[in-house]
């Protein structure tokens, strides 16, 4: 794929899911991958993993929460390798409940992770776009960014505010800077984990059997890299064929 080889892609949430599956394809692919999450042990193994296979990928301890901590992120990757291409904003939480459950910890967890954890990385990678006159933010939404349900309101709500902002950020930013959406259906992780409430998390993993593997994500994410610099892809959703909304 053109466009790919020796970008340097730094992945926040590259633990598992979706992160890794995307810094396993884009390192196959020839980029330099900077991984970040808490579980650092997975990392190191991914890491090593990706060097074996003849791939180049490096880790930082990140907690998407923490502004210091998403800064310190970004700049390592600078350091270690002079720039940043793309920096995939894709850590995520999705602890479901039904409003009338009053798990405003939850709540907050989301609102912290999937929305200011967006914008502490959009705070840390776009004087460095800026600087470099050229960059990509790929952000991590979801179908639920699309449309509402029961269960998923608050979830619902951090990625159509994900959406919002990547738009935002698109129109703002000029000609040089690309934003991606990627809004994800039913897709292998462990995203349902989150989920507190026994019966509820029971019926989403019988509802998530219909997902699709991580690595479908990956190749739509190395669609919209390999796309010529004056190419932005917007937003690709991707979904199971067996999945309605
Ligand atoms: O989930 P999972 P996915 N700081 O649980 C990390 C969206 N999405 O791959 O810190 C830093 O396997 C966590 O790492 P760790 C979803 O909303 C998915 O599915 O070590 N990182 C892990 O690597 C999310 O935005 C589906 O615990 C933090 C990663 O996040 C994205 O896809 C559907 C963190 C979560 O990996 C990837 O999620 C959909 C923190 N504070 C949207 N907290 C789907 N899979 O079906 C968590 O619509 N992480």
Request: proline residues 4%; glycine residues 8%.
């Amino acid at each position: 794929m053109p466009n790919i080889q020796d970008k340097i892609v730094a992945i926040t949430g590259a633990s598992s899911g979706i992160g890794e599956a995307i810094a396993r394809h884009l390192a196959a692919l020839g980029a330099k991958v900077v991984l970040g999450a808490r579980r650092t042990e997975r990392l190191d193994a991914l890491a090593a993993q990706i060097s074996a296979e003849g791939g180049e990928a490096v880790y930082q301890a990140l907690d998407v929460t923490d502004r210091d901590s998403v800064a310190s992120f970004v700049s390592f990757a600078q350091r270690r390798f002079g720039r940043l291409d793309v920096l995939l904003n894709n850590a995520g939480l999705m602890p479901l409940s039904r409003l009338d459950q009053l798990k405003v910890d939850e709540w907050e967890r989301m609102i912290d992770v999937n929305i200011k954890g967006v914008l502490y990385g959009i705070a840390a990678a776009l004087p460095v776009f800026l600087k470099q006159d050229g960059g990509h933010f790929i952000n991590l939404a979801s179908v639920a960014g699309h449309n509402v349900r029961p269960n998923v309101s608050v979830y619902s709500g951090t990625k159509f505010a994900v959406r919002a902002i990547s738009e935002g950020l698109r129109q703002e930013v000029g000609e040089k800077i690309r934003v991606t959406i990627v809004s994800p259906g039913a897709v292998e992780s462990e995203l349902a984990e989150t989920i507190s409430d026994d019966q509820l998390r029971n019926q989403m993993n019988e509802y998530r059997k219909m997902a699709i593997p991580a690595a479908s994500i990956a190749r739509a994410v190395a669609f919209a890299i390999s796309e010529p610099a004056e190419v932005d892809v917007n937003e690709i959703i991707v979904r199971p064929t067996a999945q309605l909304p």
